[in-house]
């Protein structure tokens, strides 16, 4: 993989890429989705010891991993000043001197993803950025709230300046296998976020198995959402890599049998640069290099910038600075 260099990773997918804009609801292929738990399992414990990447591949992929990041802040105190202070990393994630030393200009994250309070704050630090904001919407992070509110939540993020929403699936539509409720829910949240991009969040912490991830990603892709997210990040169990490999197999039989490529996003707990190179890794041998880039892949997290900052200084000077001084992301 080549260092990206600013626009690669910006303009290329939005030339390239036409939305998913949902199918018919197909019970039978929902219903034919099996998952082999032991399989899977043994294919996720092996991927991180059977690759990795040294030196300058490793600065790339890093590099990458940077400009896919929705830079995240989700708590309950977050103000004005921490957003911008979000948004200010979100625009120079890395110290302009190892930039240069990594003969990139203009390196940025994803998005910046906040709640829907803070579409306000955020828009006015990313001014003429091009960095996309994202909101989490539909009552997250439960998705308990009337279906009324949920779908106003939307409008109102879009309205607000969202160019992604980041819903949250009612888990107990797939609990009890209602997969038309499911796919109703979902295209009445595509439908409500118009011509912002729309992020499923399953919650696959709370989903029981694997069979129902299988079946809730593959529904959700059938109701329009353009990228499928395994958690919010409060769940007690987030992104793992046996549910990554489940949710990326299911894109890739969409992709086959409808053509429409579906972004992934891991997130929750991914805070290590290493841990992100197996992610790359794994995204890369399932989908291949397509889904490396920003339009069909993101990692939402709050503190794995930070991480990959200090490995890219590394990279650069040989030494590791403190984890303090990358206090924020
Ligand atoms: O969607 C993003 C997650 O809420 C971030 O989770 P994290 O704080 O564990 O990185």
Redesign the pocket.
């Known amino acids: 993989m080549q260092t990206p260099t600013t626009d690669q990773t910006r303009q290329l997918p939005q030339l390239l890429e036409p939305r998913n804009p949902g199918i018919d609801l197909d019970l039978d292929w929902v219903r034919g989705l099996q998952a082999n738990t032991p399989a899977i399992g043994r294919r996720a414990q092996t991927l991180p010891g059977r690759r990795s990447v040294k030196k300058e591949v490793q600065a790339a992929w890093l590099c990458r991993a940077l400009s896919c990041i929705?830079l995240?802040t989700?708590s309950g105190d977050d103000t004005p000043g921490r957003v911008h202070r979000l948004c200010a990393k979100a625009r120079q994630p890395v110290r302009a001197d190892l930039l240069h030393a990594l003969g990139l200009h203009g390196l940025t994250v994803g998005a910046v993803?906040v709640y829907h309070d803070m579409i306000a704050p955020a828009l006015d630090a990313l001014q003429g950025s091009n960095i996309p904001i994202a909101a989490?919407s539909a009552g997250f992070p439960a998705g308990l709230s009337p279906f009324s509110l949920r779908v106003a939540e939307i409008e109102a993020s879009v309205a607000a300046g969202a160019s992604e929403i980041?819903i949250v699936i009612s888990r107990r539509h797939v609990l009890t296998g209602n997969w038309p409720a499911l796919y109703d829910e979902m295209r009445a949240f595509r439908r409500a976020c118009g011509n912002a991009h729309v992020k499923a969040i399953l919650a696959t912490g709370e989903l029981g198995s694997l069979r129902n991830v299988a079946r809730a990603s593959l529904i959700c892709m059938m109701g329009g959402a353009d990228f499928i997210?395994t958690?919010?990040?409060?769940e007690s169990v987030?992104a793992t890599l046996p549910v990554t490999l489940v949710m990326l197999r299911a894109i890739r039989d969409y992709h086959t049998r409808t053509g429409f490529r579906v972004g992934y996003?891991p997130?929750?707990?991914?805070?290590k640069a290493k841990d992100a190179l197996v992610y790359l890794a794994m995204i890369k041998e399932e989908l291949g290099d397509r889904w490396l880039r920003p339009d069909l892949f993101r990692f939402?997290?709050?503190?794995?910038l930070g991480d990959i900052e200090r490995q890219l200084e590394h990279y650069v000077t040989g030494t590791y600075s403190a984890g303090w001084r990358h206090a924020m992301g």
Not at 231 to 234: C, I, L, M, V
Not at 267 to 271: D, H, L
Not at 300 to 304: F, K, R, V
């Open positions: 929705d995240t989700l993803c989490v980041d997210k958690s919010t990040g409060k987030n996003k997130a929750g707990g991914i805070s939402g997290a709050s503190s794995l």
